[in-house]
């Protein structure tokens, strides 16, 4: 049983930074590659961010290049976005992903305010 858990979410004004977390159990993050993605109010989830199990090579949206990083902890089986000069059009639920699977988490709240 695949199991993805997200945390980190909160609110928070304009300019500032939270670190999500994802802990996965029934699998191993480090054989996959897995991404982040969000879901604004009316509006259809999107793609964020992915990092690649061989490579380790991580790839953004454009409208998150340069302030959220992707990373994972193969050891404690985690995924992780570092989400700096966070912005109001940042909030959404956040969910990360098994790349290639129907796996997803529950999601967790990013409220960014003005």
């Known amino acids: 049983q695949v199991q993805l858990v997200e945390s980190g979410g909160g609110l928070v004004q304009a300019g500032d930074s939270l670190r999500l977390s994802c802990a996965a159990s029934g699998r191993s993050l480090s054989t996959y590659a897995v991404g982040w993605f969000r879901q604004a109010p009316g509006k259809t989830r999107e793609w964020v961010a992915s990092i690649y199990n061989i490579t380790g090579t991580t790839n953004y949206a454009d409208s998150v290049k340069g302030r959220f990083t992707i990373s994972r902890d193969g050891a404690k089986n985690m995924l992780y976005l570092q989400m700096n000069s966070l912005k109001p059009e940042d909030t959404a639920v956040y969910y990360c992903?098994?790349?290639?699977?129907?796996?997803w988490g529950q999601g967790t709240q990013v409220t960014v305010s003005s």
């Open positions: 992903k098994i790349l290639g699977t129907p796996h």
